[in-house]
């Protein structure tokens, strides 16, 4: 899940919005986009909205998470060092699975 800032016009100004994406791997390796949700800002009780909302639309076996700044979880676990993470931005769809 990642949540990317995008500047909007509305009530004759210019406001940000944030719109978070969620993919994930189904069970043969392929990429789904599981949804997109459009919040005010990046923060910690939106992003847990969204899960619950992942959650009640009966996603199953989320395994690893990946989701970025860690300042925004209270509780989180480091699994995979920065090095992994940028591989896996440069690595071709093939070798994700």
């Not at 791997?25 to 599981?34: A, H, I, Q, S, T």
């Not at 209270?74 to 090095?83: A, L, N, Y």
């Given at each position: 899940?990642?949540?990317i800032?995008?500047?909007?016009?509305?009530?004759?100004?210019?406001?940000?919005?944030?719109?978070?994406?969620?993919?994930?791997?189904?069970?043969?390796?392929?990429?789904?986009?599981?949804?997109?949700?459009?919040?005010?800002?990046?923060?910690f009780?939106?992003?847990?909205s969204?899960?619950?909302?992942?959650?009640?639309?009966?996603?199953?076996?989320?395994?690893?998470?990946?989701?970025?700044p860690k300042?925004?979880y209270?509780?989180?676990?480091?699994?995979?060092?920065?090095?992994y993470?940028?591989y896996?931005?440069?690595?071709?769809d093939?070798?994700?699975?």
């Open positions: 899940m990642n949540g800032v995008f500047k909007v016009r509305g009530a004759g100004k210019i406001i940000n919005k944030t719109v978070y994406l969620c993919v994930g791997f189904n069970n043969r390796g392929y990429k789904d986009v599981l949804g997109m949700w459009i919040g005010k800002t990046e923060s009780s939106f992003r847990m969204v899960l619950t909302d992942l959650k009640a639309r009966e996603v199953e076996d989320i395994l690893v998470t990946v989701m970025e300042r925004l209270r509780d989180h676990q480091e699994c995979f060092p920065t090095i993470h940028a896996l931005r440069g690595a071709p093939t070798q994700l699975v």
